[in-house]
């Protein structure tokens, strides 16, 4: 039997959601809340208002802190990937920096900024800062030598060498760090919700739980943090479909 | 022949570029390696001039030193008279591969060079240069779409767009099949016949430089001389199989060390 290509993966979470379903109806108890009971949780969410309130807290949370980090990052990086001697002087104090978990930053945030969105911000600027730093700094380094010539030769200056062969030619991988570090802005948010304000879907995992165990609440904030992730991820991914931005797919 | 004694041009052109005791040496791990040593010779205006020598020797480290992308460790490189200091869109370097920017269509890359001219002015360019490199009908596609030979066909017409005086030609056709190749000597050498450029082609190919030039430049082994210069005295269109073809190209073995039979 042909199937057509989308039905393939919803016709196996279909079946995964079925198996969950029996399992936890042979076996009640305390294991885990069922998909029904997670569909009546989110339901539950989205008639007092909450859902929508706190997807959009989260998002917004996201979206400052990721493009804060986006606007610092990205320029700093391709300076310092172009001029070799700036790199040398930064070098030792990104490679120190960089390990340190956004979460390690929580009590910082929280001294500086109080409990609240701009603490909640300040940790997800601080957790994508670093891997678009890298990233721009090693687009700059991977733009092949004979893109370099060719602008230098047809005597262009410098700001429309940027425009026109830098930019074009970093902008592949800057994307696909962009997307992977979006990833990484989306798993802080929930972590600095659960500590560093008291809205959001991280917050509500917390808070379904402490509130008297509402585990199908839990199960239900963690199915719209999945979610989310997909469209995030999917977008940037449109994104990279754009045919002058995907040159790299077929080209090197 | 002397190896320093600098060749005396052909009588009816004038010096279109000149070396003087150029060299290069490079700096790796703290020692110098020299990948050229005092070479010198003269291309008039409108010669084809072929560089040939072993692989590794250095050819293209003199290509990129006659362009301006590389500082000569001592002497000098003039182009009319000037002494070369860096790159310039007079003299446009064609790479071996990868050259052409993926990133724009034909069209964008034949015009890359010519964001100063008028709208019309760059258009009429664009359009009389993919005829001239028969890209007709490929005007909007990608050279991710194209083949190799295309690509390059695509790098020289946005070198000629912007009118140089001196291509410089790093192995163009190195990275193609043979048929493609030879199918792609032919089209250069139609381009040359109709705008006359200075030309400096680096090839490896013993064939290619005996069908191309009206001069070949020998180099020996790292670090590169001149070991020899040789005239190919056979008008165009050159029969291939013709005995002066094959004596000049004989000549040139010897000349690079290799023996008659394999």
Same mark, same amino acid.
């Given at each position: 039997m042909k199937l057509p290509r989308w039905l393939r993966p919803v016709l196996f979470i279909f079946a995964l959601l079925v198996i969950w379903e029996v399992a936890v109806d042979l076996h009640p108890g305390q294991i885990l809340p069922g998909p029904v009971a997670v569909l009546a949780a989110l339901v539950e969410l989205l008639q007092h208002g909450l859902l929508l309130k706190y997807v959009v807290a989260s998002l917004f949370r996201v979206t400052w802190g990721f493009m804060l980090a986006v606007a610092l990052a990205i320029p700093l990086g391709l300076i310092l990937g172009w001029y070799g001697r700036g790199e040398m002087a930064f070098n030792p104090v990104i490679q120190i920096l960089r390990p340190i978990s956004p979460l390690a930053w929580i009590p910082i945030a929280i001294l500086w900024f109080g409990v609240g969105d701009l603490a909640a911000v300040f940790l997800i600027f601080v957790g994508c800062f670093f891997p678009l730093l890298l990233t721009a700094?090693?687009?700059?380094?991977?733009?092949?030598?004979?893109?370099i010539n060719a602008g230098r030769n047809f005597g262009l200056g410098s700001r429309e060498f940027i425009a026109r062969v830098l930019y074009p030619a970093v902008i592949p991988q800057l994307l696909d760090g962009m997307r992977i570090t979006l990833g990484v802005a989306w798993l802080v948010v929930v972590a600095a919700e659960m500590i560093a304000v008291n809205s959001g879907l991280g917050f509500l995992i917390v808070d379904a739980r402490n509130a008297g165990n509402r585990y199908d609440?839990?199960?239900?904030?963690?199915?719209? +943090?999945?979610?989310?992730? =997909?469209? =995030?991820? =999917?977008?940037?991914?449109? =994104?990279?479909? +754009?045919?002058?931005?995907?040159?790299?797919?077929?080209?090197? | 022949m002397s190896l320093a004694e600098p060749i005396v041009p052909l009588p009816d052109r004038k010096p279109k570029l000149q070396t003087r005791n150029l060299g290069v040496v490079y700096q790796r791990d703290g020692t110098g390696i020299a990948a050229l040593e005092d070479i010198n010779f003269e291309v008039s205006d409108g010669e084809f001039v072929c560089l040939v020598g072993p692989s590794g020797c250095g050819k293209s480290t003199l290509l990129n030193a006659l362009g301006g992308f590389l500082s000569p460790t001592t002497g000098s490189v003039a182009i009319d008279g000037e002494t070369v200091t860096g790159p310039d869109r007079r003299r446009i370097l064609v790479f071996q591969e990868h050259g052409v920017f993926p990133w724009l269509t034909v069209e964008g890359n034949i015009g890359f060079g010519l964001s100063k001219l008028t709208r019309a002015e760059r258009e009429k360019r664009i359009v009389h240069y993919i005829e001239m490199v028969r890209l007709q009908g490929f005007e909007k596609a990608y050279p991710s779409d194209l083949s190799?030979?295309?690509?390059? #066909?695509?790098?020289?017409? *946005?070198?000629?767009?912007?009118?140089?005086?001196?291509?410089?030609?790093?192995?163009?056709?190195?990275? $193609?099949?043979?048929?493609? *190749?030879?199918?792609? *000597?032919?089209? $250069?050498? #139609?381009?040359?016949?109709?705008? #006359? #450029?200075?030309?400096?082609?680096?090839?490896?190919?013993?064939?290619?430089?005996?069908?191309?030039?009206? *001069?070949v430049v020998v180099l020996s082994s790292r670090p590169a001389k001149i070991q020899d210069i040789l005239t190919v005295d056979i008008p165009h269109p050159r029969n291939i199989s013709s005995p002066r073809y094959l004596e000049l190209r004989d000549e040139l073995l010897k000349l690079i060390g290799l023996a008659y039979e394999i």
């Open positions: 700094m090693s687009a700059v380094h991977n733009i092949p030598a004979v893109y609440l839990v199960v239900a904030g963690m199915v719209m +943090i999945g979610a989310i992730g =997909l469209v =995030l991820d =999917l977008a940037m991914r449109s =994104l990279e479909r +754009i045919k002058s931005f995907q040159w790299r797919s077929s080209e090197t | 190799g030979g295309m690509k390059q #066909r695509l790098q020289v017409a *946005r070198a000629l767009a912007v009118d140089p005086d001196v291509l410089f030609l790093d192995e163009p056709f190195g990275s $193609l099949d043979s048929i493609t *190749r030879v199918i792609m *000597r032919g089209e $250069l050498l #139609r381009i040359w016949q109709t705008e #006359r #450029r200075t030309i400096l082609f680096v090839t490896h190919d013993i064939d290619e430089a005996v069908q191309l030039a009206d *001069r």
